[in-house]
């Protein structure tokens, strides 16, 4: 193993120090970026050609036939683009390994889904999750909650995904004096250009197609994102790894502590609350997610792909993390911390590599695009068209008419997400108001699983209030609190900006404490009512025999596995 590791750094150590005259860089870069990504297009197609996409199996749920690998392939870059990649390097960047909380709780969550949801997601045979809240309440409960899901993919994810990603494409091809076009058309033109290419993978080439190209684009994303903090600790340690990483934590040891202050974007106790909260509403019940495994051919094979998918996720802060944080020791905290990733890449990345990087990248905000446009053609047509607009609709007419409102729905993001650029700072703001809509749609969707007489009126309740209350919280309280503490500062001339920071953390409680109590709040008013009015016959789930529901044999064990390792990471970078 040694031998074989010893190897791997002298081949590293060697393209390090390839001088990038030795090719015509640009071409390089052109020809690599074409070639992957043509070549994940033809794999794509030859795997689904002989799908039935006229079935809604077939579509929306790629026959049920998913592996382990493509599941837990697709999950992987459904999650990952852009907004993630910049994003939380940005934190680190500013606050240090703290911000590995999204990732590691996030593979405690997906163990979570493993175990307890998918199987009963499975036994009810169910396509969306929707689906289950009109099988354990009604058909009203299921279509608000579709409609929540789309307002929130329409309005929020699909326009950021495609803006983002065509800043970070725009950038990496320098696009505006390459093209002699302004920044603003060129933005235009990869918004349309991610926009296209993305529908036709989600919207003609359904579920399947998503997935097989997202298994192929995790490789690349995997090995492109673990180059980029690669390069960049033999940037640090002039040629070597190891001697990076000890000058990176010599030098900066507060950037390594897992203990997230109360002013950092993850306060250390957020993890124990809503952090938890938000990972298992967007891992085990959003449906862009999980429609992934529920695509799986039995049990046993979604709950692998999830395990496998668990494990990725603790690996995450080598690709999401440590950039961050190697970005702040090479520019010495002097940039803003947005730009941390971009320039690291072009600080350390060779330029003979960054059309594979580019590529990849494509990949992912590609997979993101089209996870969120296939899962909304899915809502559109089993929740929507199928169930009001025409109930005798045939299974090739559903799919037919899917196909078409992701064809609309494609075109009114492209159209939207240029104006994105005069919205500020959207991005970090975009977090707390997915809040309006995650966690009242998880307290319900867990209420149903674990009560049987709690009656349909008390989960539509649960829905508007859960809402309601967050929008007052977040809208309303928190501005108020917080600009009255501002004020009571400025009279005491206090100037300071880490005083200022604590003071605005004290003045209210942070966004995922506020979804926690929250989600306890909306479950009692749930419980209440159904202990007043409960349903006249207790829910009894059937099982539909669509798919085989013996689970993985092994589940609890790597479950536990996967818990103590995250539990052994935060111990270990306690300070």
């Not at 059309?355 to 053609?377: D, E």
């Amino acid at each position: 193993m040694m031998s074989v590791l010893f190897f791997i750094q002298k081949l590293i150590q060697y393209i390090y120090k390839l001088k990038p005259n030795l090719f015509s860089t640009m071409l390089l870069t052109l020809l690599s970026f074409v070639g992957f990504t043509v070549l994940v297009a033809v794999i794509s197609y030859l795997a689904t050609r002989k799908t039935n996409e006229n079935s809604s199996d077939g579509y929306f749920l790629g026959g049920r036939s998913l592996t382990a690998g493509v599941i837990a392939g697709s999950l992987l870059l459904t999650n990952l683009s852009t907004e993630q990649l910049i994003g939380l390097n940005s934190d680190a960047y500013t606050d240090g390994l703290s911000v590995m909380a999204w990732e590691t709780l996030a593979a405690i969550a997906i163990v979570i889904t493993a175990i307890f949801l998918l199987p009963r997601y499975l036994k009810g045979g169910l396509t969306t999750v929707p689906q289950f809240l009109a099988e354990r309440f009604d058909v009203t409960t299921k279509t608000i909650t579709s409609g929540l899901f789309l307002t929130g993919y329409v309005v929020v994810l699909l326009p950021v995904i495609l803006y983002s990603g065509s800043v970070a494409i725009s950038g990496m091809f320098n696009v505006p004096e390459n093209l002699g076009i302004s920044h603003t058309a060129s933005i235009w033109l990869c918004v349309w250009g991610i926009g296209i290419i993305g529908g036709i993978y989600a919207v003609f080439g359904g579920l399947k197609a998503v997935v097989v190209s997202d298994s192929i684009n995790a490789i690349g994303l995997l090995i492109g994102g673990i180059l980029i903090p690669v390069f960049g600790l033999m940037y640090i340690g002039d040629g070597s790894i190891m001697d990076g990483l000890s000058i990176l934590t010599t030098q900066n040891p507060e950037k390594f502590n897992s203990m997230g202050a109360k002013t950092d974007s993850v306060p250390f106790s957020t993890i124990f609350t809503g952090m938890m909260l938000v990972n298992l509403f967007y891992w085990g019940t959003n449906q862009q997610i999980i429609q992934r495994a529920l695509g799986a051919k039995n049990l046993a094979e979604g709950q692998k792909g999830l395990l496998l998918a668990s494990f990725i996720k603790i690996l995450g802060p080598l690709i999401l993390v440590l950039p961050g944080i190697i970005a702040f020791h090479i520019f010495e905290g002097k940039i803003d911390s947005s730009s941390a990733y971009p320039l690291l890449v072009g600080k350390v990345l060779p330029d003979y590599l960054v059309g594979f990087f580019a590529a990849v990248l494509f990949g992912a905000i590609l997979s993101s695009f089209n996870s969120v446009l296939n899962s909304s053609v899915t809502l559109f047509g089993l929740d929507i068209y199928k169930q009001h607009i025409n109930p005798e609709a045939s299974e090739t007419k559903v799919v037919k008419n899917g196909k078409i409102f992701g064809i609309i729905l494609a075109l009114a993001a492209m159209f939207i997400a240029p104006f994105i650029a005069n919205a500020g700072s959207l991005f970090g703001y975009l977090q707390e108001v997915n809040g309006i809509y995650s966690i009242p749609i998880f307290s319900v969707i867990i209420i149903g699983f674990l009560t049987k007489r709690v009656p349909a009126i008390a989960a539509k309740v649960g829905i508007i209030s859960g809402s309601l209350l967050y929008i007052i919280s977040q809208f309303l309280m928190k501005p108020y609190f917080v600009d009255s503490a501002f004020e009571k500062a400025k009279a005491a001339g206090v100037t300071d900006v880490d005083a200022l920071a604590i003071i605005e953390a004290d003045a209210y409680p942070h966004f995922l404490h506020v979804m926690a109590i929250l989600c306890v709040v909306n479950a009692l008013i749930m419980l209440a009512i159904g202990k007043i009015k409960p349903r006249e016959t207790a829910f009894v789930q059937k099982y539909t025999e669509q798919v085989e529901i013996k689970p993985y044999k092994y589940v609890n064990q790597i479950g536990i596995m996967v818990c103590l390792i995250v539990v052994a990471i935060y111990v270990y970078f306690a300070n």
